[in-house]
């Protein structure tokens, strides 16, 4: 028997500079699993988005033409109370130790490497973003 990841339908911020990357995975997110997919190019345009529009769940890339990424969470937190709680994975070519430890400590709950593959990406968001189930003892 085959068990169906199932999520709720979220508004995610998806902050990706490559064409073809941001393309794709806003194609899977949206026809794929249904969510509402916004995407920005860099760290301003997101921040920009992001204070006047509401997300469940930033999804981003660290090496970001106007920065590095990691500063996002903390950023977009702190921009207006929309997005206080914001849950936020990072995307990244760098998988070391070190890389994934320093997301992790920026605020992002989670920290995948490119090239991404759909069942680890929804799996990831499914655990970030779903309150954990409740089990009788």
Do not use: W
Request: aromatic residues 2%; glycine residues 6%.
């Amino acid at each position: 028997a085959t068990t169906a990841v199932v999520i709720r339908r979220l508004r995610i911020l998806l902050v990706e500079d490559n064409a073809m990357t941001s393309l794709l995975l806003r194609r899977m997110l949206e026809q794929r699993f249904g969510h509402a997919v916004t995407v920005a190019q860099n760290n301003a345009q997101a921040l920009k988005i992001s204070s006047h529009k509401q997300f469940d769940l930033l999804l981003s890339d660290l090496g970001l033409p106007d920065g590095d990424g990691r500063q996002l969470p903390s950023l977009i937190r702190s921009n207006g109370l929309m997005n206080r709680t914001v849950k936020a994975i990072a995307i990244s070519g760098y998988g070391m130790k070190e890389d994934i430890e320093a997301s992790l400590a920026a605020g992002f709950a989670a920290h995948l490497v490119k090239p991404i593959q759909s069942r680890v990406l929804v799996e990831t968001i499914k655990q970030v973003c779903q309150p954990p189930q409740l089990t009788a003892e």
